[in-house]
């Protein structure tokens, strides 16, 4: 077990609803990424938060939105939900934001659109 | 050019065989590369890092070619508990923020 908890596992929503995901990192890191893991294929980077601010960005629309909080855990917030946002959503937690810096992922949250 | 290549297989070899994976990678500003383990429906784990030429770490060998952009990953006397898809990573270029870009995994299954 690597310590990074999500919750929750799963989660069914509707076209064009929001949703929260949420992710406690783990002890002592402070530094999280959100990864979006479509079916068959590998995991894709959504951004980063470290010390509570966004610290780099993939290529994600501004309906995907997240924080940080002083504890280091965070939240994904997703608006306007689509089809194609049907996926596994990973978090990761590292001590510091360089590349040489292990990131350690949680189990997921696997949300449904329909 | 994708930014991290991979052939997603699948990869179907016999225990006790030795299996190799490629991955090519666009971004030449990249220093460190890294090989994660995916099970069936879990999390990603890091298996290798790789920041020079190459590494060893038991059965498994990864190794780097600068020269033409791509990574390999050899496992030897392959086992049953080996099945699983290898991720081929590639950090952003650069030291600004730990931004991985994962290609799309490599399936491999052991049989007896």
């Known amino acids: 077990e690597t310590g990074v908890t999500q919750s929750p596992t799963h989660l069914i929503k509707t076209r064009g609803q929001q949703v929260t995901l949420r992710c406690s990192s783990q002890?002592?890191?402070?530094?999280v990424s959100w990864y979006q893991q479509a079916l068959g294929q590998g995991p894709q980077f959504i951004f980063q938060?470290?010390?509570?601010?966004?610290?780099g960005r993939g290529n994600f629309p501004p309906r995907f939105s997240g924080l940080q909080f002083p504890n280091y855990s965070s939240e994904l917030n997703v608006n306007a939900l689509e089809l194609d946002d049907s996926a596994l959503y990973l978090c990761?937690?590292?001590?510091?934001?360089?590349?040489?810096?292990?990131?350690?992922f949680g189990p997921g949250t696997r949300l449904t659109v329909l | 050019r994708k930014e991290v290549e991979q052939d997603p297989g699948p990869f179907n070899v016999p225990e006790g065989a030795t299996v190799a994976f490629n991955c090519t990678y666009s971004?030449?500003?990249?220093?460190?590369f890294f090989w994660y383990r995916q099970d069936c429906r879990k999390e990603p784990k890091l298996l290798m890092s790789?920041?020079?030429s190459g590494n060893e770490d038991g059965r498994f060998t990864a190794q780097l070619n600068r020269a033409s952009q791509y990574i390999s990953l050899l496992i030897r006397d392959s086992k049953l508990s080996d099945s699983a898809t290898y991720l081929c990573?590639?950090?952003?270029?650069?030291?600004?923020?730990?931004?991985?870009?994962f290609g799309q995994g490599t399936i491999l299954t052991v049989h007896p």
């Open positions: 990761a937690s590292s001590l510091g934001t360089q590349n040489y810096n292990e990131q350690f």
């Open positions: 002890s002592g890191h402070n530094t």
């Open positions: 938060y470290y010390r509570e601010e966004e610290n």
């Open positions: 971004n030449s500003a990249s220093q460190s």
């Open positions: 790789v920041y020079s």
């Open positions: 990573v590639v950090p952003a270029g650069g030291t600004s923020y730990g931004k991985l870009t």
